[in-house]
């Protein structure tokens, strides 16, 4: 099964409110990665962890906050967003960050910033 | 850093012809290649992949070819269906991005195709 699942599908925020995005797979993956995604475009490379520890900041603003509770679950909290942060977030897994590991990614979490 | 460009950006085809997309990388340390196609709400799909030592690789209807000297890779899709119809997203890793030990995927622009029945 390489099925990675995100909750919740569309999530509808205020600038000043605090909302997280799950993400989950049980592939036994030790890479997992935040990307985002606006209306046709590629996925943007957010976050890397590696074993459960962060490998890799795109530079992305700190009103974006990752967490890696445990192998399998993989969370981006949001705070004080802005318009321009409506997008497809989406969560992907691969074996590991090493070479020529496919990612998978899970159905995204279509977020819109009022 | 890895730059990919991927033509047409958009493809139309009738039910039953073949449908190419091509992609060019500038970084000749890329070694793995995949496909993804994204259908309307949905995450990118793995349909086929290609690792730097092989030049082809076939699945059913689906095949990729890499020419490594000249840094493209292609996908080809036969006997569409409109099933087929999606953005597809050709991508390259760089085994070492930014100097690090971790392997970036790069993507393209994306292909959207349209299968008419």
């Known amino acids: 099964d390489t099925e990675v699942t995100q909750t919740p599908k569309h999530l509808v925020m205020g600038m000043t409110n605090k909302k997280s995005l799950k993400c989950e797979q049980h592939m036994g993956h030790r890479a997992m990665y935040w990307y985002k995604q606006k209306a046709k475009k590629p996925p943007e490379l957010m976050f890397v962890y590696s074993y459960e520890k962060l490998s890799i900041n795109e530079s992305v603003p700190s009103r974006f906050s990752p967490e890696c509770p445990n192998s399998s679950l993989l969370n981006l909290h949001l705070h004080a967003l802005q318009p321009e942060d409506s997008a497809l977030y989406l969560c992907a897994s691969s074996q590991d960050v090493s070479l020529q590991e496919t990612q998978y990614f899970g159905p995204g979490t279509r977020l819109l910033v009022l | 850093g890895e730059n990919v460009e991927q033509h047409p950006s958009t493809l139309s085809v009738q039910e039953g012809d073949s449908a190419v997309i091509k992609c060019t990388y500038s970084?000749?340390?890329?070694?793995?290649f995949p496909w993804y196609k994204q259908e309307l709400g949905k995450g990118p799909q793995l349909i086929i992949d290609?690792?730097?030592?092989?030049g082809e690789k076939k699945d059913q209807r689906i095949a990729v070819t890499l020419n490594k000297t000249a840094k493209h890779f292609s996908l080809h899709i036969t006997e569409t269906q409109p099933e087929d119809s999606a953005v597809y997203f050709c991508a390259a890793l760089d085994p070492n991005a930014g100097g690090t030990s971790y392997g970036k995927l790069t993507f393209g622009q994306g292909t959207i195709l349209t299968v008419h029945p």
């Open positions: 970084d000749s340390a890329s070694n793995y």
């Open positions: 290609i690792r730097s030592n092989v």
